[in-house]
Protein backbone atom coordinates (compact mmCIF):
# COMPACT_ATOMS: atom_id res chain seq x y z
CA UNK A 1 0.00 0.00 0.00
CA UNK A 2 2.82 2.13 0.72
CA UNK A 3 4.60 2.19 -2.26
CA UNK A 4 1.37 2.45 -4.18
CA UNK A 5 0.54 5.72 -2.23
CA UNK A 6 4.26 6.96 -3.15
CA UNK A 7 3.60 5.70 -6.95
CA UNK A 8 0.42 8.02 -7.17
CA UNK A 9 2.01 10.55 -5.45
CA UNK A 10 4.99 10.85 -7.76
CA UNK A 11 2.14 11.08 -10.38
CA UNK A 12 1.09 13.85 -9.30
CA UNK A 13 4.38 15.78 -8.14
CA UNK A 14 5.25 18.53 -10.77
CA UNK A 15 8.73 19.04 -10.97
CA UNK A 16 9.13 21.63 -13.13
CA UNK A 17 7.27 23.66 -10.64
CA UNK A 18 7.90 22.11 -7.43
CA UNK A 19 11.33 21.48 -5.29
CA UNK A 20 14.42 23.67 -6.49
CA UNK A 21 12.41 24.78 -8.98
CA UNK A 22 9.16 26.14 -7.06
CA UNK A 23 8.29 29.39 -8.33
CA UNK A 24 7.70 31.20 -4.80
CA UNK A 25 5.84 34.18 -6.12
CA UNK A 26 3.54 31.86 -7.33
CA UNK A 27 3.42 29.70 -4.53
CA UNK A 28 2.18 32.49 -2.76
CA UNK A 29 -0.18 33.53 -4.70
CA UNK A 30 -1.94 30.35 -5.05
CA UNK A 31 -1.93 29.90 -1.07
CA UNK A 32 -4.17 33.28 -1.12
CA UNK A 33 -6.57 31.38 -3.21
CA UNK A 34 -6.50 28.51 -1.26
CA UNK A 35 -6.79 30.73 2.16
CA UNK A 36 -9.81 32.90 0.19
CA UNK A 37 -11.08 29.37 -1.28
CA UNK A 38 -11.42 27.98 2.36
CA UNK A 39 -12.85 30.53 3.77
CA UNK A 40 -15.87 30.83 1.17
CA UNK A 41 -16.40 27.37 1.54
CA UNK A 42 -16.66 27.85 5.69
CA UNK A 43 -18.85 30.14 5.63
CA UNK A 44 -21.58 28.17 3.65
CA UNK A 45 -20.39 24.68 5.19
CA UNK A 46 -17.74 24.99 8.01
CA UNK A 47 -17.24 21.68 8.48
CA UNK A 48 -15.98 21.35 4.91
CA UNK A 49 -13.37 24.15 4.69
CA UNK A 50 -10.93 22.28 6.55
CA UNK A 51 -10.55 19.55 3.86
CA UNK A 52 -10.98 22.08 0.84
CA UNK A 53 -8.01 23.59 2.27
CA UNK A 54 -5.68 20.49 3.14
CA UNK A 55 -6.73 19.58 -0.49
CA UNK A 56 -5.58 23.04 -2.05
CA UNK A 57 -2.25 23.02 0.20
CA UNK A 58 -1.67 19.69 -1.30
CA UNK A 59 -2.30 20.37 -4.50
CA UNK A 60 0.44 23.13 -4.13
CA UNK A 61 2.84 20.95 -2.44
CA UNK A 62 2.92 18.39 -5.36
CA UNK A 63 2.37 20.44 -8.67
CA UNK A 64 3.09 23.94 -7.51
CA UNK A 65 0.20 25.24 -7.98
CA UNK A 66 -3.82 24.97 -7.13
CA UNK A 67 -4.98 27.10 -10.73
CA UNK A 68 -3.70 26.00 -13.47
CA UNK A 69 -1.67 28.41 -15.84
CA UNK A 70 -1.10 30.49 -12.31
CA UNK A 71 3.00 30.35 -13.59
CA UNK A 72 2.05 32.06 -16.90
CA UNK A 73 -0.05 34.79 -15.10
CA UNK A 74 2.78 35.16 -12.52
CA UNK A 75 5.59 35.89 -15.22
CA UNK A 76 3.35 37.99 -17.14
CA UNK A 77 2.18 39.86 -14.56
CA UNK A 78 4.39 40.33 -11.79
CA UNK A 79 7.32 42.87 -12.04
CA UNK A 80 10.69 40.92 -13.29
CA UNK A 81 12.89 42.95 -10.48
CA UNK A 82 10.64 40.67 -7.75
CA UNK A 83 11.03 37.93 -10.19
CA UNK A 84 14.69 38.17 -10.42
CA UNK A 85 14.43 38.03 -6.34
CA UNK A 86 13.36 34.25 -6.80
CA UNK A 87 14.88 32.69 -10.33
CA UNK A 88 16.08 29.24 -9.60
CA UNK A 89 18.63 29.61 -12.94
CA UNK A 90 21.98 31.41 -13.66
CA UNK A 91 21.58 34.80 -14.35
CA UNK A 92 22.50 35.29 -17.93
CA UNK A 93 25.91 36.93 -17.98
CA UNK A 94 26.25 36.46 -14.37
CA UNK A 95 28.41 33.73 -12.32
CA UNK A 96 27.44 30.19 -11.78
CA UNK A 97 27.40 30.81 -7.48
CA UNK A 98 24.05 30.65 -5.86
CA UNK A 99 23.20 33.19 -3.52
CA UNK A 100 26.37 34.13 -1.01
CA UNK A 101 27.76 31.01 -2.05
CA UNK A 102 31.16 32.15 -1.49
CA UNK A 103 30.74 33.08 1.89
CA UNK A 104 29.79 29.49 2.80
CA UNK A 105 33.17 27.23 1.41
CA UNK A 106 34.65 25.96 3.70
CA UNK A 107 38.38 25.85 4.10
CA UNK A 108 41.63 28.06 3.98
CA UNK A 109 43.58 29.71 1.16
CA UNK A 110 47.10 29.75 0.52
CA UNK A 111 47.40 33.06 2.76
CA UNK A 112 45.47 31.78 5.99
CA UNK A 113 42.56 34.25 5.49
CA UNK A 114 39.67 31.62 5.26
CA UNK A 115 37.89 30.95 1.66
CA UNK A 116 35.80 33.69 0.38
CA UNK A 117 37.84 36.22 2.09
CA UNK A 118 38.39 39.22 -0.40
CA UNK A 119 40.62 42.53 -0.62
CA UNK A 120 39.28 45.47 -2.09
CA UNK A 121 38.76 43.81 -6.01
CA UNK A 122 41.55 44.87 -8.29
CA UNK A 123 39.30 43.58 -11.13
CA UNK A 124 35.91 44.67 -12.27
CA UNK A 125 33.88 41.52 -11.65
CA UNK A 126 30.47 43.42 -14.14
CA UNK A 127 33.03 44.08 -17.10
CA UNK A 128 35.42 41.15 -17.82
CA UNK A 129 35.75 42.03 -21.54
CA UNK A 130 37.59 45.57 -20.10
CA UNK A 131 39.82 43.27 -17.63
CA UNK A 132 40.75 40.86 -20.30
CA UNK A 133 41.59 43.60 -22.56
CA UNK A 134 43.71 45.22 -19.99
CA UNK A 135 45.78 41.67 -19.35
CA UNK A 136 45.97 41.05 -22.88
CA UNK A 137 43.89 37.62 -22.41
CA UNK A 138 41.88 39.20 -25.69
CA UNK A 139 43.23 41.94 -28.33
CA UNK A 140 41.48 43.03 -31.30
CA UNK A 141 40.87 40.34 -33.65
CA UNK A 142 42.56 43.07 -36.56
CA UNK A 143 45.88 42.66 -34.27
CA UNK A 144 46.35 38.89 -34.40
CA UNK A 145 48.99 37.07 -36.65
CA UNK A 146 46.54 36.24 -40.25
CA UNK A 147 43.57 37.52 -38.86
CA UNK A 148 40.11 36.06 -39.83
CA UNK A 149 39.21 38.53 -42.69
CA UNK A 150 35.40 38.04 -41.98
CA UNK A 151 35.19 39.11 -38.29
CA UNK A 152 34.63 42.92 -38.13
CA UNK A 153 37.20 45.35 -37.37
CA UNK A 154 35.99 46.05 -33.67
CA UNK A 155 35.65 42.48 -32.84
CA UNK A 156 37.51 41.03 -30.07
CA UNK A 157 39.51 37.58 -29.75
CA UNK A 158 41.62 35.31 -27.76
CA UNK A 159 45.13 35.83 -28.00
CA UNK A 160 47.05 32.28 -29.49
CA UNK A 161 48.75 31.80 -26.22
CA UNK A 162 45.48 32.19 -24.55
CA UNK A 163 43.77 30.05 -26.91
CA UNK A 164 45.54 27.25 -27.19
CA UNK A 165 46.31 27.25 -22.91
CA UNK A 166 42.40 27.31 -22.99
CA UNK A 167 42.43 24.26 -24.73
CA UNK A 168 44.71 22.21 -23.62
CA UNK A 169 43.44 22.93 -19.86
CA UNK A 170 40.04 22.10 -21.54
CA UNK A 171 41.34 18.72 -22.83
CA UNK A 172 42.92 17.83 -19.15
CA UNK A 173 40.05 18.40 -17.33
CA UNK A 174 37.13 17.17 -19.65
CA UNK A 175 37.54 13.50 -18.07
CA UNK A 176 38.14 14.33 -14.64
CA UNK A 177 36.52 14.35 -10.50
CA UNK A 178 33.77 17.10 -10.96
CA UNK A 179 33.60 16.90 -7.55
CA UNK A 180 37.66 17.41 -7.21
CA UNK A 181 37.44 19.79 -9.65
CA UNK A 182 34.23 22.05 -8.11
CA UNK A 183 36.16 21.88 -4.86
CA UNK A 184 39.18 23.87 -5.83
CA UNK A 185 36.93 25.92 -7.84
CA UNK A 186 34.69 27.15 -4.56
CA UNK A 187 37.78 26.65 -2.31
CA UNK A 188 35.84 23.86 -0.39
CA UNK A 189 36.70 20.79 0.67
CA UNK A 190 35.94 18.12 -2.15
CA UNK A 191 34.84 15.71 0.92
CA UNK A 192 31.78 18.17 1.33
CA UNK A 193 30.81 18.61 -2.67
CA UNK A 194 28.62 16.50 -5.08
CA UNK A 195 28.09 17.82 -8.59
CA UNK A 196 24.79 16.73 -10.30
CA UNK A 197 23.81 16.30 -13.95
CA UNK A 198 20.09 15.44 -13.75
CA UNK A 199 19.13 15.07 -17.40
CA UNK A 200 19.74 17.41 -20.33
CA UNK A 201 18.21 20.89 -20.38
CA UNK A 202 18.26 20.55 -16.28
CA UNK A 203 21.89 21.93 -16.28
CA UNK A 204 24.44 20.75 -13.92
CA UNK A 205 24.29 21.61 -9.80
CA UNK A 206 26.59 21.67 -7.80
CA UNK A 207 26.17 21.12 -3.50
CA UNK A 208 28.33 22.50 -0.63
CA UNK A 209 27.62 19.62 2.59
CA UNK A 210 23.61 19.18 0.66
CA UNK A 211 23.22 22.97 -0.31
CA UNK A 212 22.95 24.29 -3.51
CA UNK A 213 26.16 26.62 -4.05
CA UNK A 214 26.40 26.85 -7.98
CA UNK A 215 24.71 26.36 -11.26
CA UNK A 216 25.69 25.80 -14.84
CA UNK A 217 23.82 25.52 -18.06
CA UNK A 218 25.54 22.43 -19.02
CA UNK A 219 29.26 20.60 -17.93
CA UNK A 220 30.49 21.88 -21.01
CA UNK A 221 29.75 25.40 -19.33
CA UNK A 222 31.74 24.09 -16.22
CA UNK A 223 34.78 22.14 -18.04
CA UNK A 224 34.73 25.60 -19.82
CA UNK A 225 34.69 27.98 -16.66
CA UNK A 226 37.41 24.80 -14.68
CA UNK A 227 39.62 25.21 -17.45
CA UNK A 228 39.84 29.19 -17.53
CA UNK A 229 40.22 29.57 -13.99
CA UNK A 230 43.44 27.89 -14.46
CA UNK A 231 44.14 30.43 -17.37
CA UNK A 232 43.22 33.28 -15.65
CA UNK A 233 45.05 32.43 -12.59
CA UNK A 234 48.25 32.58 -14.82
CA UNK A 235 47.38 36.07 -16.46
CA UNK A 236 45.28 37.80 -14.31
CA UNK A 237 47.39 39.75 -11.26
CA UNK A 238 46.46 38.55 -7.26
CA UNK A 239 44.01 36.03 -8.70
CA UNK A 240 43.56 34.24 -5.66
CA UNK A 241 42.84 37.45 -4.16
CA UNK A 242 39.56 38.13 -5.67
CA UNK A 243 36.30 37.07 -4.53
CA UNK A 244 35.20 33.70 -5.76
CA UNK A 245 32.24 35.19 -7.14
CA UNK A 246 34.36 37.74 -9.23
CA UNK A 247 36.49 35.04 -10.65
CA UNK A 248 33.14 32.93 -11.42
CA UNK A 249 32.29 36.20 -13.32
CA UNK A 250 35.56 36.42 -15.26
CA UNK A 251 35.35 32.30 -16.21
CA UNK A 252 31.70 33.60 -17.51
CA UNK A 253 33.08 36.28 -19.80
CA UNK A 254 35.54 34.23 -21.08
CA UNK A 255 32.72 31.57 -22.48
CA UNK A 256 32.10 34.22 -24.61
CA UNK A 257 35.04 33.95 -26.94
CA UNK A 258 34.58 29.31 -26.48
CA UNK A 259 34.87 28.43 -29.97
CA UNK A 260 34.11 24.73 -29.90
CA UNK A 261 32.30 22.70 -27.96
CA UNK A 262 34.28 22.19 -24.50
CA UNK A 263 32.74 18.29 -24.06
CA UNK A 264 32.58 17.11 -27.49
CA UNK A 265 34.43 19.17 -29.70
CA UNK A 266 31.61 19.84 -31.85
CA UNK A 267 31.01 23.18 -33.61
CA UNK A 268 28.92 25.62 -31.84
CA UNK A 269 26.00 28.30 -33.05
CA UNK A 270 24.84 31.67 -31.75
CA UNK A 271 21.07 32.23 -31.99
CA UNK A 272 18.21 34.32 -30.42
CA UNK A 273 16.41 32.13 -28.33
CA UNK A 274 13.65 32.99 -25.49
CA UNK A 275 14.42 30.44 -22.45
CA UNK A 276 11.70 29.99 -19.48
CA UNK A 277 12.79 28.93 -15.79
CA UNK A 278 10.50 28.62 -13.09
CA UNK A 279 9.84 32.67 -12.27
CA UNK A 280 10.32 34.12 -16.04
CA UNK A 281 10.96 34.51 -19.52
CA UNK A 282 13.99 35.88 -21.04
CA UNK A 283 15.46 36.67 -24.37
CA UNK A 284 18.99 35.45 -24.45
CA UNK A 285 21.35 35.05 -27.27
CA UNK A 286 22.08 31.57 -26.73
CA UNK A 287 25.88 29.58 -27.54
CA UNK A 288 25.11 26.31 -28.09
CA UNK A 289 26.64 23.12 -29.28
CA UNK A 290 25.42 21.98 -32.35
CA UNK A 291 26.56 18.31 -31.66
CA UNK A 292 25.66 17.14 -28.56
CA UNK A 293 23.29 20.12 -27.70
CA UNK A 294 24.65 21.63 -24.17
CA UNK A 295 24.22 24.74 -23.81
CA UNK A 296 27.29 26.81 -23.11
CA UNK A 297 26.25 30.44 -22.30
CA UNK A 298 23.33 32.70 -22.47
CA UNK A 299 23.87 36.63 -22.74
CA UNK A 300 21.28 38.72 -22.43
CA UNK A 301 19.81 40.36 -25.31
Not at 163 to 192: C, K, M, N, S, Y
Request: with cysteine.
Amino acid sequence: MGSEQRSVLERLRQPEYTGENRCIPCTAVNFVIAVALAGAVAVVAPLAAPPVLAVSLAAIYFRGYLVPGTPTLTKRYFPDRLLAKFDKQPAPGGGALEGDAATKTEGARADGRPAGATDEATVDPLDPESTFLAHEVVVPCRDLPAPDADLPDDDLCLTRAVERAWRDEIETLRDGDRDAQVGAFLETDPELVSVENPSRGEGVRARIDGRLAARWESDAALVADLAGAAVLEERLPDWDRLPIETRSQLTNGLRTFVDRCPTCDGDISLDEETVESCCRSRDVYAITCEDCDARILEVPQ
